[in-house]
C-alpha cells in the first residue's frame, strides 16, 4: 500500500480502514432521517464547509461511524473542489510542489490521524498536513476522541506535541457519539465546536452547538453564533448568521422529501445564493476566513 509515482490522489487510500467490504456511503440525508444529526447542524456545517473551513470528525471507540460522517458531509464542499486523498504514513507530500495541484480548490483528506495502522498519518506528517492549510488547502480528517477537548491534548501532547496555534488550523470539531442499546448501535452528533488559536499559546474551544445528555436535541448555542460570524468575516451579523443557517436547513429539509439524483449538484445549485465575497484573483470561489 506505499505510495508510488503513480499513485493518484484522486484515489482513495484506505478511506473506510481495514475492511475486507468497502462499506455503501450513506448520504446527509441519510444521516438527517437516522437521527445522527439534525437538520439545523447539518445546515451549520454546510455553511462552513461551503467557505472551505478545516474539519476533524472524532469519537471515541472504532466503529462510530467517523468515516461515514465525514464522507457524507464532503457533499458540503463548493463545486469544483478537488479531493486529494493522502497516504497515511506513506505520504510524499508530492502535491505541495504540484503545479497542477491548485490549493483553493483542494481539500486534503485524511483517513484516520493515529498510530494505529501505517495507512493513517502519523508523526512528522501530522505538523505537515496542518501547516499544508496556511497554503489555502482545506482540510478533512477523522481523530480518536471524546470531546473537542481531548482531540486537542491528543495533537498537542506527546508524542506529536503540534503548537496550539497549528492545532488550530483545525477549524471545526464534530464530535460523534456511539451507544448500544436493544442490541443497536444509536450514533449521534454530540457537538459541534470552533477550535481559534489564542496569542501567546493555547487554543479556545467554542461549542457552538451541543446537547445536555445523549438522545437530547442539539441545539445551536446563540452566544456562540457571534464566534461564527466573526471567523465568516461578518463581524457584527451573527443574525445573518442565523438566517443563513435557517435558510440552509429549509433547503435540506426540502431536498429530504425529495431526494435528488445527485445530492452535491443539489447542494452546490442551492448553495450559490452564499457563495462569500471570492478573492480577487479567483473569482466565484468562496474560502473560509484564515487567521
Known sequence: MRASATTSYDEPFAWW?????????RSVLNLIGGGVLSTETAALLWAL???RASLAVVAGPSGAGKTTLLTALLDFLPPGTRRLYLRGCYEPFAFLDDPAVDPLRSVLLANEISAHLPSYLWGPGVRRVL?????????????????ATEMVGSLAGFPLRVPPAEVALLDVVVVLEARALGG?????VGSVAMLTAIPGGGVSVATVAGRPAFGAPLVIDPECVAAVATRLGWVDEARAVGREIAARAVVLGELALSPPADLAVALATAGRRWDPQPPSNDPGFPVFPRR
Open 184 to 188: 443497536q448501535i444509536l450514533r449521534e
Open 17 to 25: 480502514g481495514p475492511v475486507w467490504n468497502t462499506p455503501t456511503p
Open 131 to 147: 501547516a499544508a492549510t496556511d497554503r489555502g488547502f482545506a482540510l478533512a480528517a477523522t481523530l480518536h476522541a471524546t470531546s
Open 49 to 51: 464547509l461551503h467557505r
